[in-house]
């Protein structure tokens, strides 16, 4: 294992996925999901996700619709979300909720992304 804190990315676009590990390798272990139901098993298997970052807009399974699930069964992670469009009012509920504590425009801050991921994991 690593000492680093393990997080997930879940975004259906391959290149996302690789820039957003490339970022954040050096300060987090990160784990990549291509879909909604990918992350959904990854979080099944993996008990040291500290926090989890979802695309907002993806086939079959939303951001929120994605989140929702797994805040379900692991209320315990944190989870931000990440959209290349501006804060709808579905994203605006889910942070009143409580199911997302940050949203992100595409393209972020990422130093203000690692940051708000720091805040979050411990670290």
């Not at 979802?54 to 209320?75: C, L, Q, V, W």
């Not at 979300?81 to 595409?106: H, N, P, S």
């Not at 972020?108 to 805040?119: A, G, V, Y």
């Amino acid at each position: 294992m690593t000492d680093k804190p393990t997080i997930l990315y879940v975004d259906d676009e391959p290149v996302n996925l690789q820039i957003f590990e490339l970022n954040f390798r050096n300060r987090f272990h990160v784990l990549t999901a291509e879909s909604g139901l990918k992350g959904l098993e990854i979080l099944k298997i993996r008990h040291d996700i500290k926090a989890v970052v979802s695309d907002m807009r993806m086939p079959g399974m939303n951001g929120i619709e994605f989140i929702r699930t797994a805040k379900k069964h692991y209320p315990h992670i944190t989870f931000f979300i990440l959209t290349g469009f501006e804060i709808t009012d579905e994203i605006r509920m889910a942070m009143k909720e409580g199911l997302v504590i940050q949203y992100f425009k595409k393209p972020c801050n990422l130093p203000e992304m690692e940051e708000s991921i720091l805040m979050v994991t411990g670290e």
